[in-house]
C-alpha cells in the first residue's frame, strides 16, 4: 500500500486548504484512513478519521467544526478540507490507513495504523 498526500502550502489566518491523499495498492476491502499533524518539537498528533466502508467520521476537539474528512471511493481517495484555520494548527500532516474498522478508542493512537504517507507541510501565518 502506498499513501499520496498532496495539497498543503501557506495559510493565512481564516483561510483554508484542502488535503488530498490517494491511496494505492489496496487489497482490502474494510479500512480506516486518518490524517495526523505533527508540529515541530510536538508529538504526532490525530486529526481525523474516516471508516471507508460506513463513510463515519470522527475529529479531535481541536479541529472539529473547522475541519471536515470525506472519501471518493471510485479514486481510492481521502480529502480533508481545513477552513477558519488558526496558527496553531501548522504542521506536517500526515495521512495514514489501517487494514481494519477501528473501534473509536483506537481512532487516535498513531500505532493503530500500518501505513503513512511522506507528509505534507502546512504553514498558517500572516
Known amino acids: 500500500v502506498q499513501l499520496q498526500a498532496s495539497g498543503g502550502g501557506l495559510a493565512q489566518p481564516g483561510g483554508s486548504l484542502r488535503l488530498s491523499c490517494v491511496a494505492s495498492?489496496?487489497?482490502?476491502?474494510?479500512?480506516?484512513m486518518a490524517w495526523f499533524r505533527q508540529a515541530s518539537g510536538n508529538e504526532r498528533e490525530f486529526v481525523a478519521a474516516i471508516r471507508w466502508n460506513t463513510g463515519s467520521t470522527h475529529y479531535s476537539d481541536s479541529v472539529k467544526g473547522r475541519f471536515t474528512i470525506s472519501r471518493e471511493k471510485s479514486k481510492n481517495t481521502a480529502y480533508l478540507q481545513m477552513n477558519s484555520l488558526r496558527p496553531e494548527d501548522t504542521g506536517v500532516y500526515y495521512c495514514?490507513?489501517?487494514?481494519?474498522?477501528?473501534?473509536?478508542?483506537?481512532?487516535?493512537?498513531?500505532?493503530?495504523?500500518?501505513?503513512w504517507g511522506q507528509g505534507t507541510q502546512v504553514t498558517v501565518s500572516s
Open positions: 495498492g489496496i487489497t482490502f476491502s474494510s479500512y480506516t
Open positions: 495514514t490507513l489501517s487494514e481494519s474498522h477501528l473501534i473509536a478508542s483506537r481512532l487516535q493512537i498513531p500505532r493503530s495504523y500500518t501505513y
